[in-house]
Antibody
Framework: EVQLVESGGGLVKPGGSLRLSCAAS????????MNWVRQAPGKGLEWVSS????????YYADSVKGRFTISRDNAKNSLYLQMNSLRAEDTAVYYC???????????????WGQGTLVTVSS | SYELTQPLSVSVALGQTARITCGGN??????VHWYQQKPGQAPVLVIY???NRPSGIPERFSGSNSGNTATLTISRAQAGDEADYYC????????????FGGGTKLTVL
């Protein structure tokens, strides 16, 4: 059974940092690209960042570029999101998701974790 | 940047058919995916590549995509189908590629 379990969320002051983790199990983690998607309270889904299976390709939304860093450790079956210079508008539930498909067919997220809440407030 | 437009809300009577649209420029040339999200829960993939259902998703869920509109159709709507639904595409013309629609709240009356 595919499982994705996020951790590391919490309350942080504006300008602070936080590192999110996502522990994966039930599939060959090193074979899949992974994504972080967030959802602000009462709002829709917003893609944050993607990383390919071998970390060769990394993408960020403009809203987090230069402040967030996605990474992975295939030996530990883990995905990470280092978040620096946090702002109030970064307050959201952060989901990790497994990406299926190719750029030719259009990738999609077939499994999602339950999310971890990040609150940026003074 | 590429944009996807969804109605804020759709209502359907119990047992009837609900249709949720997702508009985008020439969206018919892209593969569209749909997610269902119930309150307090993570999104769940219900349709991928326009019209394919993942295992475990009822046949009542179907999808189509043509021209400038993709449509998620839910037949014989049940109370348990009440949720937010999001469409999503991968667009090579944007720097970040992944685009979500704004979401549609489905109410089953």
């Amino acid at each position: 059974e595919v499982q994705l379990v996020e951790s590391g969320g919490g309350l942080v002051k504006p300008g602070g940092s936080l590192r999110l983790s996502c522990a994966a199990s039930g599939f060959t983690f090193s074979s899949y690209s992974m994504n972080w998607v967030r959802q602000a309270p009462g709002k829709g889904l917003e893609w944050v960042s993607s990383i390919s299976s071998s970390s060769s390709y990394i993408y960020y939304a403009d809203s987090v570029k230069g402040r967030f860093t996605i990474s992975r450790d295939n030996a530990k079956n883990s995905l990470y999101l280092q978040m620096n210079s946090l702002r109030a508008e970064d307050t959201a539930v952060y989901y990790c998701a497994r990406e299926e498909g190719t750029v030719t067919t259009g990738p999609y997220d077939d499994y999602w974790g339950q999310g971890t809440l990040v609150t940026v407030s003074s | 940047s590429y944009e996807l437009t969804q109605p804020l809300s759709v209502s359907v009577a119990l047992g009837q058919t609900a249709r949720i649209t997702c508009g985008g420029n020439n969206i018919g040339s892209k593969n569209v995916h749909w997610y269902q999200q119930k309150p307090g829960q993570a999104p769940v993939l219900v349709i991928y590549r326009d019209s394919n259902r993942p295992s475990g998703i009822p046949e009542r869920f179907s999808g189509s995509n043509s021209g400038n509109t993709a449509t998620l159709t839910i037949s014989r709507a049940q109370a348990g189908d009440e949720a937010d639904y999001y469409c999503q595409v991968w667009d090579s013309s944007t720097a970040w590629h992944v685009v979500f629609g704004g979401g549609t709240k489905l109410t089953v009356l």
